[in-house]
């Protein structure tokens, strides 16, 4: 079988090769050996398996700290689905409280859109006046 070497890998799992030796340097996932003939190092098996594994809980949202969590269940005897559900719900959680928190800012956009004429001078702008007093009362809403 063919070596898989970083670059190959890397474009196999969508990601740039320095990406994998950020990974390799945060631990999540070991530097293969080197060959003792010489050559590259090879990529492949468990190692490209777990770079998708990464990539694919990046593209669920999940941060590389909650990657490693997930990894480290792969890897506990004793973990189960359940434990994994636990990791995913509440992720859930912390994105509908992003998405919650994005309605709020553009339905208050839109009350300022509506209460702005669009034309005049800036001296009335509810746009501006608003974000004024957000920056004066320490940006709460």
Do not use: H
Not at 70 to 99: T, Y
């Amino acid at each position: 079988m063919a070596t898989l070497t970083i670059g190959k890998a890397a474009r196999s799992a969508g990601i740039g090769v320095e990406t994998i030796r950020f990974y390799e340097r945060k631990g999540l996932i070991r530097q293969p050996p080197r060959p003792t003939a010489g050559g590259p190092r090879d990529y492949g098996g468990g190692t490209l398996q777990r770079l998708r594994f990464i990539a694919g809980a990046k593209r669920l949202g999940f941060s590389l700290a909650e990657t490693a969590g997930l990894l480290a269940l792969l890897e506990a005897p004793g973990a189960s689905c359940k434990d994994v559900q636990a990791q995913a719900k509440a992720k859930r959680g912390e994105v509908q409280a992003k998405i919650e928190g994005l309605i709020r800012i553009r339905d208050s956009l839109d009350r300022l859109l509506g209460a702005c004429p669009g034309k005049g001078s800036l001296a009335g702008c509810a746009i501006l006046e608003a974000i004024e007093s957000a920056e004066n009362s320490g940006g709460t809403s």
